[in-house]
């Protein structure tokens, strides 16, 4: 009889641990799928902050294009002016003459001369050439024409020359 009662005791047990584990696989099997749901409202939330991350971009994007194109509009306006500006310098000056600099740094007025056809070498490079043109007395409007560059281009060619001459003395 106390093995009955221990048999039953047993099977009662087993029950108990079976309803158990039931009730623990239940509880996981709700967790999973919060757990899914939790990782596809991620999914989804980071689905929707890179297509606004996106929209962000383009939208910056397409205001810095503005942005650069309203620069480069201004840009080409102002030298369009300066242009102008530079025709009518050049207009105003007589066409034979041609502003000299001054040979020592004894603060002595630019003198004209009557300006020449540039004496040039054309085999000669580009720096040379500018070089040149500076040591017969053009200014840098009138080396860009000739050489057909721009005039800040011309103005480090010469400061260039110049601190060479510097080191060389």
């Not at 990782?39 to 397409?62: G, K, R």
């Not at 630019?110 to 020449?116: G, L, S």
Request: charged residues 30%.
């Amino acid at each position: 009889m106390a093995m009955d009662w221990l048999l039953i005791g047993l099977i009662l047990l087993a029950i108990a641990v079976n309803i158990r584990s039931f009730i623990v696989l239940n509880q996981f099997q709700k967790q999973r799928k919060a757990m899914l749901e939790d990782a596809e409202a991620v999914h989804s939330s980071m689905e929707d902050f890179v297509a606004n991350l996106e929209q962000e971009n383009d939208e910056l994007y397409n205001r810095l294009v503005e942005h650069i194109a309203q620069k480069e509009s201004r840009m080409e306006e102002r030298m369009r002016e300066l242009e102008l500006k530079i025709g009518i310098a050049d207009s105003v000056q007589p066409a034979d003459e041609t502003p000299v600099a001054p040979k020592s740094k004894t603060g002595k007025q630019k003198k004209t001369v009557k300006a020449a056809e540039p004496e040039i070498d054309p085999d000669l490079p580009e720096n040379e050439k500018i070089e040149q043109l500076h040591k017969q007395g053009f200014s840098s409007a009138q080396i860009a024409k000739v050489v057909k560059a721009e005039r800040g281009e011309i103005e480090l060619t010469i400061n260039m020359y110049k601190k060479k001459q510097s080191y060389q003395k």
